[in-house]
């Protein structure tokens, strides 16, 4: 509705696991298999005193409507780290942080 009242509005996602105390970039273009340490893109948490808490390093993956968000969210989804457990023989063991960021210009 903001773009039909000729305002800009920019949408991206991110979208990061958390595993093995580490962050993994769900929607970061595929790596070589297995990937190289210099491959890896690292992903950097800053704590800034008026803007929070960020990210750098992290895909930002742009999203025009609804429907793009859903598949990227399920494109991220296939990109998760996945072993059996003696629970669950498809338990990812993280959690998965989606953040979606709407600025209007």
């Known amino acids: ?4 009242a000729g305002c800009q509005v920019h949408v991206v996602m991110q979208m990061l696991e958390v595993y093995n105390e580490k962050l993994n970039d769900l929607l970061a273009e595929a ?7 210099n491959s890896l893109k690292p992903i950097k948490i800053h704590v800034h005193p008026e ?11 742009p999203v025009k409507n609804a429907e793009e968000c859903i598949k990227t969210i399920e494109y991220g989804n296939t990109m998760k780290v996945v072993h059996a457990t ?3 023989a498809q338990s990812s063991r993280g959690h998965t942080i989606c953040k979606l960021t709407v600025v209007k210009e």
């Not at 509705?1 to 039909?4: A, I, L």
């Not at 790596?31 to 340490?37: K, R, V």
């Not at 803007?51 to 993956?61: D, F, K, R, S």
Request: glycine letters at 8%.
């Open 51 to 61: 803007l929070g808490v960020y990210l750098t390093g992290a895909t930002e993956a």
């Open 1 to 4: 509705k903001q773009q039909d």
């Open 86 to 88: 003696a629970m669950n």
């Open 31 to 37: 790596e070589p298999n297995p990937p190289s340490p």
